[in-house]
Each structure stands twice: as C-alpha cells, then as structure tokens.
C-alpha cells in the first residue's frame, strides 16, 4: 500500500535534516515542487547548503543525479551531448551530456551564457533535447534543480524571462539562524570537510511512492471560487502599478498544482485560500518585473506579491 503523500513529506524532511540545519519551510517547498513535477531555482551566498541539500534529496528518493558546474565557457553540447563520430565503428553515435537523468543540479546556473542556457528551454518544458535534429526523450523524472547568487554580477548572464517562467518555484535561502549556526559548527567540528552524511537513508522514498504521492496530489479538489481567486492573483499581478511584466497563466498553473500539494501534505483533499497565499511567494516572485522607478525606490517582488494578496477578496 502506498504511503500517503503526508507521510512522504514527513520521511523527506527527517532525512533532510540529518544533512541540512534550518531552511524546513525551503525544503518543504522543494520536496513539493518535486511532487508537482515543476523545476526549482535556489537563489542564496555561497556556503549555506544548497548543493548539499540537492544532493541529499537525490539520495533520499534514490534517482539518477547529475550536476553541472555552470561556466562561462560551457557549449550546449555540454549540457545535452552531441553525436561523436568513432574512428573504429566508422559512425557516429550518441554521447549523452548530463541531462540525460532524473535529477539535474546546476550550479550557478546565471554563469552559463545564453547560449548554453537556451539549450535547458526544450529540456525543462517538453523532457526531451533535439540533438542533430532529432529529439530524445529524457527520462519522465526530469527534474532540473538550479542554484545561484544573487550578489554576484561579474562574469554572470541574467537569466532571461522564459528561462525564468519555466521554474515552477523560486526559493530564497538566507543565513541561518545563530541557533541553527551553533548546531552546524557542533557537527562538524570533528570533520576535515563537510560531506554527505552517510546515515542519510538512501532510498528512503520509492520513485513508485513519489508517483503514486503526485496522485494524490492532483485529486485533491479545487472549488470554482478557488480557481477565481487564483486566477486573479496572477492577472492582478499584470495590473499592478510596480510592476512591468506580470505572472504568466503558467505561473497560474503552477501556483495551482503546488498549493494542491501543500493541501495533500496536511492530509486534506480540498483546497483552501492559505495554500494558495502560502506558496504564492515562491511561485510568483521570480516572474514578476519591477518597473524601474519603483525599483529605485525598493519596492521588491515579494512585497508586491503580498499587497496583492491583500488586495484580491478571498472566497468564502
């Protein structure tokens, strides 16, 4: 019988925390966009975990895991392989670059040119690369988890709105807490380096689990109020004075499908208004364009998002 998505999210979020202090509502999140199906975009200063926090889920739920090292001087053909001709064989056959997993971390994704970054659009929207022409399915777990700074700017290309739009969440991580702080020094004071705990159980959640916990998750109900309000977060974001570009119906979308998941993980099958305000942030703050002026005046994504959360009537 499979485990309930509740008791999913518990499994994946004791395991994590064998490896990475604090962040719960961040990995929450994650595991939850995972669920949805949707790719996520880790934004914090170097050293607070991200990559270890990736490579732990990878190992709780037991995929296949890649990473890529975003580069200035990476090529697409480093990212989906390319056809190499073999001087035995006399043909040419197929090298398949990293995207060819499960799970695909990549870090500081903003340092990859545009080019390279392009080469992700296909990948992350339909699941397959077209190499040579001819497209190859990638695997129906394709998951592409993306890390970068948000203080650095040389050497870096701004990721463009399309690539942006096609991350279901965008996750903030910031320092820890001074008590979460103390907790890690007291880890790892014995260690030379910090590695992957080997207590963390791999395995711990089945790809058929995570399957059948994306199930439950898209029957959970959602009222036609429910589907008024959330579609007019999302339009009232492209009305909004501050704000230059809007969310986009994908972002209504995925704004949908994780809230539904946030509703399965509290053991209900109907939707509520605060899933949907819950998760707003993460889902909207990546999409939304500040107008230059009132960017000037500090006026940031997540404080749009919550003055129209304020403004929009929630059902009742």
């Given amino acids: 019988m499979a485990k309930p998505l509740a008791e999913l999210a518990r499994n994946a979020r004791e395991e994590l925390g064998k490896a990475i202090v604090g962040y719960g509502d961040a990995l929450d999140t994650l595991f939850l966009t995972l669920v949805c199906g949707g790719h996520a975009l880790l934004e ?3 050293g607070l975990g991200k990559t270890l926090a990736v490579r732990t889920l990878a190992r709780i739920l037991s995929v296949r895991f890649r990473r890529v090292q975003g580069t200035p001087d990476l090529m697409p053909a480093d990212i989906i392989g390319a056809n190499v001709f073999s001087m035995s064989s006399g043909q040419f056959t197929l090298h398949e670059g990293p995207v060819f997993t499960d799970l695909l971390l990549v870090d500081e994704v903003n340092r990859m040119p545009p080019r390279t970054q392009a080469a992700l659009l296909e990948a992350m929207e339909e699941r397959q690369v077209t190499i040579d022409g001819v497209p190859r399915p990638l695997s129906p777990l394709f998951t592409v988890i993306a890390t970068q700074n948000p203080l650095e700017f040389e050497g870096t290309y701004p990721l463009p709105e399309a690539e942006l739009d096609r991350f279901a969440v965008k996750i903030t ?28 159980d791999r395995g711990a959640i089945q790809p058929e689990e995570l399957a059948a916990g994306r199930g439950e998750a898209v029957r959970v109900q959602v009222e036609p109020a429910l589907l008024g309000y959330i579609a007019s977060i999302v339009r009232r974001t492209r009305e909004w004075p501050a704000v230059a570009l809007g969310a986009s119906p ?5 704004l949908m499908q994780i809230a539904k998941a946030i509703a399965a993980i509290e ?7 605060d899933d949907v305000k819950r998760v707003a942030p993460p889902v909207l703050r990546h999409r939304l364009i500040i107008r230059p002026e009132a960017d000037l005046e500090g ?18």
């Fill in 250 to 254: 994908r972002a209504a979308i995925h």
């Fill in 299 to 316: 006026v940031t994504s997540d404080q749009v998002i919550a003055d129209v959360l304020a403004s929009v009537p929630v059902p009742k």
């Fill in 44 to 46: 914090g200063v170097p």
């Fill in 173 to 200: 991580i910031g320092y820890p807490e001074a008590a979460d702080e103390e907790t890690i020094l007291a880890r790892h004071h014995d260690a030379i380096e910090m590695l992957l705990p080997s207590e963390v």
């Fill in 267 to 273: 053991g209900r099958d109907y939707l509520l208004p």
